[in-house]
Structures are given as C-alpha cells and as structure tokens.
C-alpha cells in the first residue's frame, strides 16, 4: 500500500523519464506537481527508503524495477477510469482526468480487473493513450505529430500530446477528436502554421502550438 503523494510521485517520475527510462531531476518534479523542490527531495528520500526509487543528491532520480510496476498500475487505473467515465456515464474527454486522478487512488487489484472485464479490456483511454494491461505491458501506435506532416500527408487523429481541458474544448470546436482524418494543404515558413482539411471538407488553420500537440496514425 502507498499514499496519495507517493503513487503522484512515482507516476510523475515515470511520464517526465519517458516511460522509465531516464532519470529526472528534482527542479523538473517540483514543476510538474506545482511544489518545492526541497518538499520533493524529502520524498524522494522516503521513496528511496521503501525501494521505489535510485536517487543520488544531485544526480537525479529513476524507478526501481518494483516503483516502475507501481507505477504502471496507477496509470492503468487512471486510464481504464477514463474510458468508464466517457463510455458508461457519458462525460466528454475533457470533464475525465481530475475524476480519474481521484479514483486511480483505490486499492484493489480486484475491482480493476473487474472494470478491465466489463469495458472489454481496452488497448487506449479515451485521448488515444495506451493502457498498461495488469503485467504491465502496452500496446503502442505508430503516430508521429502533426507538426511533422508535410504537406499533401494525411493521417487520422489517434492521440494527444497535451490532455489538458482547455486544449480538449479547443479541439471539440474545431471538431477534431479521435478519429479525424486530417490531410495537410498547406505550410507557412512565417510561423510554421498550418492550413489542413478534415475528412477533406472543413479547412482550417492551426498553429504551431496546436500542432505539436497532436498525434496522427504514421
């Protein structure tokens, strides 16, 4: 069993590592959960007194073979939540992860291989992420960004890089979700915006920015 702080902890530590495989620094964890570093090398000592966590003042810090599993099974929880939330009780994609946050804190290996079970094992949550299955294993897209595409490309919507409400209600309004077939008509060397069409209708300009943070199949 593992607090609240602890599991935020080794989750944050495992998405800003790229899936375990660097180490982090402390600055870019007191970033990431809006705290100071001292608070955050406080409980990396604790972390590294119950084996989650390699840490060396000033070096950095990595999971541990068990922190990286504890990991894996908060984002699991996390994302199987999601995909409940919007398709059982009928949230948009925007309203989940705060919900989710709260419920990927239940211990019980039970119930979430009951809900794994009852949504019919899910590969992705609903921003197209991949969901841990209960070994821990993920099943990963080929998908580059759309800021990458060159122009006459088309690729369709299978992800995003940026799940926060804000950037989610701006793309229900310019009516790209999961799924959007995106062609690429045009590049401006100005700021390297871009003019695209949807499902070759709709044509719209996004910015660099907007395009950085979404993922289409490669």
């Known amino acids: 069993m593992h607090s609240f702080t602890e599991e935020n902890y080794i989750k944050t530590i495992f998405k800003l590592s790229a899936n375990g495989t660097q180490e982090v620094n402390t600055n870019a964890i007191a970033e990431a959960l809006e705290t100071k570093a001292a608070s ?4 990396l000592r604790k972390l590294s ?3 989650l966590v ?3 003042k000033y070096r950095g ?3 541990t073979e068990e922190g990286n599993r504890v990991a894996l099974q908060v984002i699991r929880k996390h994302r199987l939540w999601e995909v409940f939330l919007v398709e059982k009780l009928k949230f948009s994609w925007d309203e989940v992860h705060d919900v989710a946050e709260e419920l990927e804190h239940v211990n019980s290996a039970l119930l979430t291989r009951r809900l794994d079970e009852f949504l019919g094992h899910p590969q992705f949550d609903p921003h197209g992420d991949p969901i841990p299955s209960e070994n821990g294993e993920m099943k990963l897209k080929k998908q ?3 800021a990458e595409m060159n122009v006459e490309e088309t690729g369709v919507v ?3 890089n940026d799940s926060q409400p804000l950037f989610l209600q701006y793309l229900d309004k310019l009516g790209i979700s999961l799924g959007t077939r995106i062609r690429v008509l045009e590049r401006y060397a100005y ?5 695209i069409s949807l499902e070759d209708q709709k044509q719209l300009l996004v910015s660099t920015e907007v395009a950085k943070n979404i ?3 490669a």
């Open 40 to 43: 955050v090398t406080d409980m």
């Open 49 to 51: 007194g119950k084996q």
């Open 54 to 56: 390699h840490y060396i």
């Open 61 to 63: 810090v990595s999971l």
């Open 144 to 146: 580059r960004l759309l």
């Open 158 to 160: 299978v992800g995003v």
């Open 191 to 195: 700021d390297n915006s871009l003019e």
């Open 215 to 217: 993922f289409l199949s």
